[in-house]
C-alpha cells in the first residue's frame, strides 16, 4: 500500500498515514481532529494510545477533539468542554460524568423531544 494514491485508502487507512506524518514532523503542538472518528474500537484505542505516548515520550502538547467520555478519561489527563464557541467545562478528565456530558450536548431535554420516525 506504500505506492498506493491516498485516493485508494480507506478513512482508517488515511488516519494511519496522517499519524505516520504526525511522528516524524517536529511540531511542539500535535492537534487532532477526532482522529479516530472512522476507526473500529481497536484501532481507535491503538491511535490514541499512540498518539498519548508519542506526546508523553516526545514533550509535545497533544489537543485533541473527540467524542468519547470513556476514551477521554482513559487517554487525557484534562478535558475542556466547548459549546457553541464558548468554554463550558475545563477539568480533570477523571472528573468528568455523564452529568456533565448531558450539560454540554443539552441532552437533558432529549427525553421530552421526539426523535424523528418515532410516533407519539
Sequence with gaps: KANERTS????GEMQRVALARLMVQGSRIILADEPVS?????????????LADLAETSGRT????????????KYFSRVIGLREGKLQF?????????????RLYDLNHDSDRQAPGDTP
Design 90 to 102: 475545563d477539568m480533570p478528565a477523571q472528573e468528568l460524568t455523564e452529568e456533565v456530558i448531558r
Design 62 to 73: 497533544l489537543v485533541t477533539s473527540l467524542h468519547s467520555p470513556r476514551l477521554m478519561r
Design 8 to 11: 485508494h485508502l480507506s478513512g
Design 38 to 50: 472512522s476507526l473500529d474500537p481497536a484501532r481507535a484505542e491503538d491511535v490514541l494510545g499512540l
